[in-house]
């Protein structure tokens, strides 16, 4: 138990010196957005994905078998315009691959934007989701979530890839027990767990009062994240180096 808090601890307050800075927290930070906009998606776009590509493809599937309730066109939308994030996101990380920060930073400023766009669409369709709307943000939040995980991938902190679970979940049952041992960060696996877990569930809940609150609060996440990656990224800074 000792373990896991103190691996916890320097998850969330990393001590000087740590390999990855500050990009533990403001990862978690960005599992708590994947959560948010899982909510959005799911539940008031029409059963469709946009950050989390392996439920999308297997309703694409149901979708094409005749299943009610989901849409093959809007799973198609969702993939298309996550793959053209994570295209984007592969070449932040081309550009900026001297630098971590900056290279998050960056990544999460054009999120604002997209997420800032998202927000504008919303609050002009006063929250309700027509076709036009719906379609909107597919893309909107789909091309803000490919850009995320496309950087989550290239920035190589362990456990926290921001968009998946399966792994982490794996790694946690897996490498514990008699045959694996202690398992490594179990702290920060279950930090990652318990923010996608509980921003899903704050999603659902504020979704009740409008869509537009959801995103505002997912934006206002962004910014702060990359505000503070800004004013971090010094250079040298000895944590922003490839790993």
Do not use: C
């Not at 957005?33 to 994905?49: E, I, P, Q, R, Y």
């Not at 702290?187 to 996608?196: D, F, K, P």
């Amino acid at each position: 138990m000792r373990t896991l808090l103190v691996d916890a601890a320097r998850t969330l307050v990393p001590p000087k010196g740590d390999r990855h800075g500050p990009l533990p927290p403001v990862m978690l930070a960005l599992t708590v957005v994947t959560g948010l906009v899982d909510a959005v998606s799911f539940l008031g776009l029409g059963h469709v994905f946009v950050a989390n590509m392996t439920g999308n493809v297997v309703f694409l599937g149901f979708a094409l078998a005749g299943a009610e309730g989901l849409s093959a066109l809007a799973s198609v939308v969702s993939l298309a315009a996550f793959l053209t994030g994570a295209l984007a996101g592969g070449r932040f990380g081309v550009r900026f691959a001297m630098h971590r920060g900056r290279l998050l930073a960056s990544a999460m400023t054009v999120q604002v934007v997209l997420f800032a766009g998202a927000l504008g669409t919303t609050v002009a369709g006063h929250d309700k989701v027509g076709t036009a709307v719906q379609y909107s943000l597919i893309v909107l939040l789909g091309l803000a979530m490919g850009l995320q995980n496309a950087v989550a991938r290239r920035l190589g902190v362990p456990d926290l890839t921001t968009t998946v679970l399966t792994l982490t979940l794996t790694g946690l049952a897996a490498d514990s027990g008699p045959a694996g041992g202690a398992a490594p960060r179990p702290g920060r696996r279950i930090l990652s767990v318990l923010a996608m877990f509980l921003s899903a569930l704050v999603g659902a809940v504020l979704l009740k009062i409008g869509l537009s609150l959801v995103l505002a609060v997912a934006l206002a996440l962004l910014a702060t994240g990359a505000a503070v990656l800004w004013r971090l990224s010094v250079p040298g800074a000895g944590w922003a180096a490839a790993p």
